[in-house]
């Protein structure tokens, strides 16, 4: 549905097989390219082979071309935008490009758009430097054609009144994502000083509001009536200026509570170096969290961090371990190819401390105290996410029998308990594989709102566009069939059971403070091992988590090649 005005349709995702996880690699990234690349006159490109020099994709109008990019090589994300746009005199031209982190191959590095969209997880930056692929640039001038245009502009419409009319759509339109943190922090569901504390105290400059001293308004992406991006300025400080986009929530946790730092001055500056040499927020920060608490621990010391005095809140030493994850330099390097291999590199228990599923870096949250949250990280396909199945409706307080209604069978209302969450982490898993899919926001969904739009909404929309008529029952085979066939490319590389895991600290240390709701909690393994069985069973996978010839059978993936099942 790329294209079209409303649900933030400006969806495009990007895969591979991850280098920093080993397992299905992709990213989602908002934005203007997506639909360009549409108007250009293709939904889809299949990128193989690396090229000798480096080089850049260009589409326009159907016609595609692959240029020379030397010239472009050790730019940064915005001002390779900047001069492919100015190489074709046109300012319209959008762009996914890498940064330097992409060059160099750091293993999370991203894939960026614009100031602020990133396809921020698995580490697609870093498959497109080893391809010498600095960029894919588009520029379409062609008109989409649609089954039904008038009742699609119609129903767009009273998508974006359902969509302005909740609460969360509000409070986002003037802070973002920030608007999470006071929540979070107030009642305890944060990490901080990577997973030792979950609240960060004394963070009242962290409050969402304080944006406002440098905000100079808000921006959205393609088709979004919501504009959750903030744009702001500063104008003093040792790299100022800086223009820039955000930040997230998730930005907000990997540079402030995370490693104990408590001005929103450095999450700014944080936020724009990362976006500028394009890597991973989320693996960024918790790198340099999980270093700092070894640092303090003594299991790593000034010889192994080149003298880097990584002390809980020092921002200089972030701002420059950005910068050497980012150039592969010093002990920034030993960090670059994320949590295995650095663990396998400084050993002495390290990966006890380590809070990451599948290689890969869990968000901010603490997820203790949120039983369908913990199983959700667990059981991603990608590695620890909350993009793949985060059901933010546990948290709203609603009643049980909406909840119930929703989702479809017996689910607690109370977001503490282990009772019918796996069918809750089951049930957003479909929708958000489809979600993604069909190239909307999943913030437009019942991320917001229960009675946001969902399969009902969603087969409106794709009959109006494209003619095709699917039911509920159809869209969610569909994204059954997109979760099991990621399933099974996991287990192709060696993924089982046993990879669907927390971090042993999610069972040994209670939260120590919050809310009582949130205080002295752990994740009980007994009850989320039998959430883990339900979950598989959900899905049609046996009790090792291996689709069934019935499942298989199901979802038409019993003739897949013998090399993925």
């Keep these: 549905l790329g294209g079209i005005p409303c649900l933030g349709a400006s969806r495009c995702d990007i895969a591979a097989r991850s280098p920093l996880t080993g397992a299905v690699g992709d990213s989602n990234i908002g934005g203007f390219f997506g639909p360009e690349l549409?108007?250009?006159?293709?939904?889809?490109?299949v990128i193989t082979g690396k090229s000798k020099e480096p080089a850049y994709i260009w589409v326009q109008d159907r016609e595609i071309e692959v240029k020379d990019a030397t010239h472009l090589w050790g730019k940064d994300t915005i001002e390779t935008q900047t001069a492919i746009r100015q190489d074709h005199g046109d300012d319209d031209v959008k762009s996914l490009v890498i940064g330097v982190a992409g060059e160099n191959m750091v293993r999370f590095a991203n894939v960026r758009t614009g100031l602020k969209n990133s396809a921020g997880r698995t580490g697609m930056g870093c498959v497109m430097g080893s391809k010498n692929l600095k960029a894919v640039a588009a520029r379409g001038t062609?008109?989409?054609?649609?089954?039904?245009?008038?009742?699609?502009?119609?129903y767009c419409k009273e998508m974006n009144d359902m969509i302005i009319g909740t609460r969360w759509a509000?409070?986002?339109?003037?802070?973002?994502?920030?608007?999470?943190?006071?929540?979070?922090?107030?009642?305890?569901?944060?990490r901080t000083k990577n997973f030792q504390l979950n609240r960060l105290e004394d963070g009242r400059d962290l409050e969402p509001e304080n944006i406002d001293r440098y905000s100079i308004g808000t921006s959205g992406c393609y088709g979004c009536i919501v504009h959750c991006r903030h744009r702001y300025v500063l104008e003093e400080g040792p790299y100022a200026p800086i223009f820039a986009e955000g930040p997230e929530y998730t930005s907000l946790g990997a540079f402030g509570t995370m490693v104990n730092c408590k001005k929103m001055e450095t999450i700014l500056v944080a936020n724009h170096l990362v976006n500028k040499y394009g890597i991973d927020t989320l693996e960024t920060g918790g790198l340099i969290a999980w270093a700092m608490e070894l640092y303090e621990k003594g299991i790593i010391n000034d010889k192994m961090t080149g003298g880097l005095k990584l002390n809980w809140g020092n921002e200089e030493a972030v701002f420059e371990l950005i910068r050497q994850i980012a150039v592969r330099e010093g002990f920034g390097n030993v960090l670059a190819n994320g949590f295995r291999d650095a663990i396998a590199k400084i050993g002495n228990n390290s990966e006890y401390y380590a809070i990451q599923v599948k290689g890969m870096s869990n968000l901010h949250s603490d997820e203790r105290p949120t039983p369908s949250f913990a199983l959700g990280i667990a059981t991603s396909t990608r590695g620890s996410d909350h993009l793949r199945s985060r059901p933010a409706v546990d948290m709203y307080g609603?009643?049980?029998?909406?909840?119930?209604?929703?989702?479809?069978?017996?689910?607690?209302?109370?977001?503490?308990?282990?009772?019918?969450?796996?069918?809750?982490?089951?049930?957003?898993?479909?929708?958000?594989?489809?979600?993604?899919?069909?190239?909307?926001?999943?913030?437009?969904?019942?991320?917001?709102?229960?009675?946001?739009?969902?399969?009902?909404?969603?087969?409106?929309?794709?009959q109006y566009a494209t003619g095709m008529r699917f039911s509920k029952a159809q869209l969610m085979q569909i994204g059954e069939r997109i979760y099991t066939l990621e399933r099974m490319f996991n287990l192709r590389e060696g993924f089982t059971r046993k990879d669907d895991r927390l971090p042993e600290r999610y069972f040994k240390e209670p939260t120590p403070i919050g809310f009582p709701i949130a205080k002295g909690k752990t994740i009980d393994r007994a009850k989320f091992e039998a959430m883990l069985d339900e979950y598989y069973s959900l899905h049609g996978w046996n009790k090792n988590g291996v689709p069934t010839k019935k499942t298989l059978t199901k979802l038409g993936l019993s003739k897949e090649p013998t090399r993925i099942i």
Aim: net charge negative; with cysteine.
């Design 170 to 190: 509000k409070a986002q339109s003037r802070w973002g994502t920030m608007i999470i943190f006071s929540n979070t922090n107030t009642t305890g569901l944060i």
């Design 142 to 154: 062609m008109d989409l054609e649609f089954a039904k245009p008038e009742r699609l502009l119609d």
């Design 38 to 45: 549409r108007f250009a006159g293709y939904d889809h490109l």
């Design 398 to 462: 609603l009643p049980e029998e909406v909840l119930q209604e929703l989702y479809e069978g017996p689910v607690s209302s109370d977001y503490t308990s282990y009772d019918g969450k796996s069918r809750m982490i089951w049930w957003q898993e479909l929708l958000y594989a489809v979600t993604d899919s069909i190239g909307t926001c999943k913030f437009q969904t019942v991320f917001c709102a229960v009675h946001a739009p969902k399969w009902k909404e969603f087969s409106k929309l794709i």
